[in-house]
């Protein structure tokens, strides 16, 4: 049997001519194994996968005695499906971050049963993993072709290895862990190579104001499933330094081929033409001609990217001075819990909305009410003493035409005082504008160097605050917070935000993050 019984085969591409797989090196020749991995070249439809994952698996971690044998999983799969009722109990754990229907690739409906057991178990058996988002595409890639054993036992050994490995290898399982990955391509893509020769220059064409701290998804979520199953081979045996020559390679490819700005929207966009430009071999073959940083040297800048989280997330728990922090599935299929706020603009299922918008950093946060105008009081003077020493803060209106939409700002608002003249705008090209109601849509940074108009993100003087600039305000509210006005900007290239240019302010709200 080439696939499991968990996927749905109609929905993956067609065989493409292969060679066949000949015998596994041993455990002992790892040199061996990596060449082995880096020149396989096996279809999808070929059921290779499952012996050779748990094979290099095997490889990689030596101490089996340290996982937990078969019959943990079955017990708690009896106790907590079985006895109790598997519906009831059918959820994604706290641990795992994103949205549930792109993590699932071409599993069917029994697939994905499947996913939320396995993903259920490994929370009920290592506890302390607390924040896990990468465990649930790499439980359902292992599904493809396991059982729902063989994948519990194969991301249980990634898991222990990386309890007991002295530096980030395998899988991030703490929200610091994973912000630091996020925060980690673009620092090694600078470090690298100073005179520019491998990378031909790629630096210059990084926007400045850009973080790359969507790297990671560019692998899981947007690189086409056969390119994608190729890389994980080299992960199984490599660790993260594969995914790190992955994305790099994404960005090389991307230099070659397209004369863009590297953005995340960017990149998104040339990795749907990648088959085009470079099959499997290709990209393959240009991932091991990367010159990459030592492990010495990959550990050393995830030490001090995980120091650099700290330090921001302890700087944000000083400002903010409250919270929680909690993970989870709601209702809808995503899995990210957020507590109820006691918002009147928008619900709960409005907020998850918004909360898949925010940048990684942020969206780890649980959300708090700085600001409500049926509190507070109509006044932005007041509003800025409030909230402009926090950072980020979320931006809510609903209008008297029933229109709900507002603007993420990264920034501390307080960076107003250093514009005593003008409209003294600041910020960076993490805030955006947004719309929730009539319709759902986020209008993130056109990022145009030519257009030095879009980069103007935020402006707050005492008589207006204004987010979006250039040839237009793309959010504007004035002094005494009860009317505004939204155009199409050059900052946002936003459609404008209520059904007339002019509005009326009903409510207003500014939403903090809060931390422990």
Known sequence: MAYSQYVNVDSLPRPEPTSLPTDLPPISDLQKLKKYVRNGKWTLQQGTRRHLWKHLLDVRYSAPEDCPPIETFR??????????????????????????????????????????????????????????????????????????????????????????????????????????????????????????????????????????????????????IAYLVRVVDCYFVEGLKALYRAAMTILLLQKKHTSNTLTEDAVRSFIKTLPDVANQEKFLKAMYKLKMPTREELLKANAQAKEEVRLSSSLLAACNNSGSLSHGPDSSGHSIILETINSIIIDQEQLHCLWLWLPPKSSVFQPTILYQTSADGFNLSQMYRKVE???????????LSDEVFGAYISVMLKNRTKYDKGMGFFGDGQTFLFSLKPKSAKFPWVNNPTDPASSLFVSAQDERLVVGGGNHEGLAIDWAMDRGSSRTCATFKNCPLAKSDDFYIRSLEVIGLRDD
């Open 75 to 224: 017990a708690q799969k009896a106790a907590f499906f079985e006895e109790v009722g598997q519906e009831r109990n059918l959820r994604v754990p706290k641990m795992v971050q994103g949205d549930f229907a792109l993590l699932i690739y071409h599993l069917n409906k029994e697939g994905v049963t499947s996913l939320q057991i396995v993903l259920t178990i490994v929370s009920l058996t290592y506890p302390q993993i607390s924040y896990c988002p990468l465990l649930a595409p790499i439980t359902s890639l292992c599904l493809h072709w396991m059982t729902e054993e063989e994948s519990y036992a194969c991301v249980s050994k990634l898991i222990l290895k990386e309890f007991n490995s002295d530096g980030m290898q395998y899988l991030p399982t703490n929200t610091i862990s994973y912000s630091a990955l996020c925060n980690s391509l673009l620092p090694l893509v600078l470090a690298s190579d100073p005179q520019g020769k491998s990378y031909n220059n790629i630096r210059n064409l990084i926007n400045p104001r850009e973080q790359l701290e969507q790297w990671i998804w560019w692998i899981f979520r947007d690189l086409p």
């Open 389 to 399: 020493s926090r950072q980020p803060i979320i931006l809510l209106i609903s209008t």
